[in-house]
């Protein structure tokens, strides 16, 4: 066994042919002998010794990039380098090549940095030469591709202002060379500008055929598409520390004007794959700032980008568009540009086509077109525009989602219907044509072990439709309390909160319901007991308002008894001190309305929960809004028919701080005030 592993090994050492080792060590003693001249005698060598010398560098790189990179970092011919980056030199574009292939290596941008390459690059964009600029943004592109040090060298050497420049005066040029170098110049704002904490690409800028040297990292998007000349890749970023720096070099772009450039470039060479998925990668680093949208609203990308989406047919391409689209269609103003130049229409197709399909570029765009339909929804003149008096075709389609296998079309569709019922002339629409129903039928559905993010929407939507005062009673007919409390189990908080304000908004000024749920024992103690879910401040919220609304809408002595019971009534006391005024005032007028009906029930809770010291010091608080004094005014008053409340008041020198008030510049309180202050006299 052990000869014959040996000779194994032998013959694997010796299928490398003797003439293939030769020209590998051949190689390296050229490699070497070059560097030594390049160091040594750059100044006195002639044009052709110095071409020579590049050449060999150019092959060595071109046979093993990494290899020959890291031997001229350690030979120390960098900084050699920038002396020989002059523009009347016809060995500068070779120079530049160099730099631009061996800073498609991470471990090789920040030496070239430190070699002071950067301002003489700079000055080369300068010059008229096209293969000097291609080489020379190839350069700048590469050591700013993923490097922090990089772009802060290019900026400030002023780099950003030349290539812009460039690309302005190239815009409407459609030769091949014109192209090529667009293509590089973009790739390289691009990478200049790249937020490394969002997943946004960057570029590694190389020749026809050639792959950048860096680690693949498992991305949502395709890792590589080679384009003319030009490897776009997704890297991944250092984190959150860059963000703040490279917002000011997006906005630096932006204030320039590159958005109405590149706008423009997209509409002129929507013929060249390069240059388009170059535009589309550019929008998408800039779309996400705020003053980016602003520059979009005024061009026609809406247009362009729909027009150029129409167009795609494959997965990859339309990723790339909705990459873009999703940050723009943010701005209310872009949301109806995507509206009116059809891209409904384009989301509706897809998701006729891919909602059977169970391929994962299919689900995946499934998923992106009905969010992104979503998306547009959330602008009130995109959505009514859609809505068409509940006789669109599209409110139509959206409907027929609901009902549809597929839970992501189930939630695109819930939420839908949540956004078209944002004014009471929708809502009162949907309810009277059976919207409700499939919302019920929906939920239905999902009561056991349900989709968490369906639930959430569907509640979503009935919450909204109950707004108008008109619906109530209907929904209330329909059955839709009844269908909400089956999920008064759930555990998930976003479940919750939509719970309790579907609930909130069905019983208001709606006392035979009010009642009805406020008698619902389990309903009160699990409303007690998210009154104190701390970790979830939207569900204790809504917990604490809906156990208001039941007193306040039903005013029913058993549903008080029922909150007392519950142990409710700290929670309302509580709720009187919140900082919102809305909130104080919905619990005073509740606990008005206890002390009004069951005083001698609640009056223990209310002893203990300290509520005459708060109604004090609401009082004594200047900051307290006029209705919390007023409505604080009136609950001393109901407060003083219980003997040990009315001690408590009597302690706490009332008096005096309710003659304060009498003065006050609301007459509604001073009246308060004189009211309040003759019944505590009396008492006293």
């Keep these: 066994m052990e000869e014959t592993a040996f000779r194994l090994h032998l013959f694997c050492f010796n299928s490398v042919p003797r003439s293939v080792l030769l020209k590998q060590l051949e190689r390296l003693d050229n490699l070497s002998d070059a560097l030594k001249k390049l160091k040594i005698t750059t100044t006195d060598s002639t044009a052709d010794s110095l071409e020579g010398c590049l050449d060999c560098l150019l092959q060595a790189l071109a046979q093993n990039n990494t290899e020959t990179s890291e031997k001229i970092q350690k030979s120390g ?37 430190d070699a002071g390459l950067i301002p003489p690059l700079v000055q080369l964009l300068n010059c008229k030469d096209q293969e000097v600029l291609l080489q020379t943004g190839r350069a700048l592109g590469n050591i700013c591709y993923d490097s922090h040090e990089g772009r802060n060298a290019v900026d400030r050497a ?82 959150a520390i860059e963000i ?133 929804l959330l602008g009130d003149e995109s959505m009514q525009k859609l809505f068409e008096g509940g006789k669109g075709s599209v409110f139509q389609r959206v409907l027929s989602w609901i009902p549809s296998n597929s839970h992501q079309l189930q939630l695109a569709g819930a939420l839908a219907i949540a956004n078209f019922a944002r ?21 239905d559905r999902h009561v056991e072990d349900g989709n968490v993010t369906v639930q959430h929407a569907a509640l979503s939507a009935l919450r909204n439709l109950a707004i108008p005062v008109v619906n109530k009673a209907k929904m209330l007919s329909a059955g839709v309390a009844e269908a909400v409390l089956k999920f008064l189990r759930s555990e998930m908080p976003p479940v919750q909160f939509k719970l309790l304000g579907t609930l909130r908004m069905l019983i208001d000024a709606q006392a035979e319901a009010a009642e009805q749920l406020g008698k619902n024992v389990k309903l009160v103690e699990r409303l007690v007991e998210w009154c104190e879910a701390k970790d979830h401040a939207g569900v204790m919220g809504e917990s604490n308002r809906l156990l208001s609304a039941l007193i306040r809408h039903s005013k029913s002595k058993d549903v008080i008894r029922t909150i007392v019971q519950s142990g ?7 709720m009187a001190t919140s900082e919102h005024v809305i909130m104080q005032n919905e619990a005073l007028v509740a606990l008005a309305l206890i002390a009004a009906l069951e005083l001698v029930t609640a009056e223990k809770d209310l002893e203990n929960a300290q509520l005459v010291q708060i109604l004090h010091r609401l009082l004594s608080d200047d900051r307290s809004a006029p209705e919390i004094k007023y409505n604080s005014m009136v609950l001393i008053c109901a407060l003083i028919g219980s003997e040990p409340l009315q ?17 006050h510049e609301n007459k509604t309180v001073a009246q308060q005030a004189s009211l309040t202050e003759q019944r505590l006299a009396v008492e006293s």
Excluded: W
């Excluded at 380098?81 to 530049?96: G, N």
């Excluded at 002339?425 to 499939?438: A, E, L, R, T």
């Design 244 to 376: 703040q720096v490279l917002d000011t070099l997006q906005s630096q772009l932006i204030n320039m004007g590159v958005i109405p450039t590149l706008v423009k470039l997209l509409g002129i060479h929507c013929q060249n794959a390069a240059l388009t998925e170059m535009c589309l990668v550019a929008f998408g680093n800039l779309a996400e700032l705020e003053s980016s949208k602003e520059q979009f609203a005024y061009t026609n990308i809406a247009e362009e980008l729909v027009k150029l989406f129409k167009k795609q047919i494959e997965h990859d391409k339309k990723e790339m568009i909705f990459e873009v689209l999703a940050p723009l269609a943010e701005n209310d103003v872009i949301k109806l540009q995507l509206v009116e130049a059809g891209l409904v229409e384009c989301l509706l197709e897809i998701v006729q086509k891919t909602v059977d399909s169970d391929k994962e570029d299919d689900i995946a765009e499934l998923k992106t077109a009905s969010d992104l339909m979503v998306l547009l």
């Design 158 to 239: 002023g780099g950003a202002h030349i290539v812009v420049d460039h690309i302005r005066s190239l815009c409407s040029k459609t030769d091949p060379a014109s192209e090529k170098l667009l293509t590089v110049f973009c790739g390289m704002l691009m990478n200049y500008s790249n937020e490394n904490g969002k997943q946004h690409r960057k570029f590694a800028l190389c020749l026809p055929g050639e792959q950048p040297h860096q680690k693949k990292k498992k991305r949502k998007l395709k890792s590589t598409i080679l384009l003319f000349g030009v490897s776009m890749c997704v890297s991944e970023g250092h984190g």
């Design 77 to 113: 011919v960098l900084q050699v380098f920038a002396s020989l980056l002059m523009p009347q030199s016809s060995c500068t574009a070779k120079v530049a090549n160099i730099i631009a292939e061996v800073a498609r290596n991470e471990f090789m941008r920040n030496p070239c940095v």
């Design 423 to 443: 004014n009471d002339g929708n809502c009162i629409h949907m309810v009277d044509n059976g919207i409700v129903q499939n919302l019920m039928d929906l939920l």
């Design 568 to 574: 409710g009534i700290k929670h309302l006391v509580t």
């Design 647 to 663: 001690k408590e008041v009597q302690s706490m020198a009332f008096l005096e701080v309710v003659s304060k008030l009498r003065s």
